[in-house]
């Protein structure tokens, strides 16, 4: 598979997932106000997916790896991608029905590594041209230093399918 068409597939995916983040937030709550009529979190999930349609596909039950930085002091990106069941609490259940989601719709595998140092690791990864991680989850403040400045970031204005104009940005 060409360079290019790894890449696309990745962000594919990454975007699956953002959507599929944002469904599974809105649909936390029972209701939403809008111009004085209430509207439900069914009528909200189709309206995204209206505003923007994902082709259908299949990973064929690839593996998609989330590297996520956890520490002491923070973990709140692995929580927020990645927990092993439903718990129950109401965050753990969002995030954990999500992942069945997209993993049921686009017959892939979501899987996290840790890494107390994402901005490292990522460099480490892309120097050697290893495909360990197809998405790295860090804050962009900790990032753009090195990645940005040795060109490890791109333009996402020229990702195929990536529609900033979307409401949820």
Known sequence: MSTKVKCYLHRLIAFAILTATVAAFVSCGDTKQTTGEV????EVTTAAETAYPYPEFNFDGK???FLVVRTAYAGQDYDDLYV?????DA???AVFKRNMIVEDKYNVKISVVTT???VSETVRIVTAGDDAYQVIQDKLVFMMQVLATNNYICDVNKVPNLTLEAPWY
């Open 39 to 42: 509207t439900t979190t069914e």
């Open 63 to 65: 593996e998609i790896v």
């Open 84 to 88: 092993e069941s439903d718990t129950g």
């Open 91 to 93: 965050l753990d259940s």
């Open 116 to 118: 107390p140092d994402a």
